[in-house]
């Protein structure tokens, strides 16, 4: 079974329409919706949290966000940083009830698109 890859292109596509910060949750929101076979490849290769798998669909995405907001030439997302300690701050923040109930962690990462005239 070929892995399923989610392009930068694809990636930025969905960036583009988020608000100026955003968590994984909101981004698997667009991405379904704009994205629905692709999701379903994730799902079908890596699972969804929940389903007897530590690495999901929901990890896939946001390792590739993050992985994306650090690339050489900027992108459209502010860096994240590296190492950070859980505690609550620009890129991190308590999960509510039902964000834990759905991604298992209770820390989430908030992605934060650039400025106009920061990126691309």
């Known amino acids: 079974m070929t892995s ?9 596509a969905i960036i583009r329409q988020m608000p100026d910060a955003f968590t994984i949750l909101d ?7 704009l994205l629905p076979d692709l999701w379903q490849q994730l799902i079908e290769r ?12 929901l990890t896939y995405l946001s390792n590739r966000l993050s992985s994306y907001s650090k ?8 860096p994240m940083p590296v190492g950070w ?3 609550e701050g620009r890129y991190l ?28």
Do not use: C, D, M, N
């Not at 981004?27 to 919706?33: D, G, I, K, L, T």
């Not at 890596?46 to 669909?57: D, E, H, N, P, V």
């Not at 690339?71 to 502010?78: M, Q, S």
């Open 4 to 12: 399923p890859r989610v392009s930068t292109g694809e990636l930025e």
């Open 27 to 33: 981004f698997v929101e667009a991405f379904q919706e």
């Open 46 to 57: 890596y699972g969804l949290y929940g389903s007897g798998t530590r690495y999901s669909a």
């Open 71 to 78: 690339l050489k030439t900027p992108g459209l997302l502010e």
């Open 85 to 87: 300690k859980p505690e």
């Open 93 to 120: 923040r308590r999960t509510t009830l039902e964000e834990r109930q759905r991604f298992g962690s209770p820390w989430i990462a908030v992605y934060h698109r650039r400025e106009a005239g920061e990126g691309p």
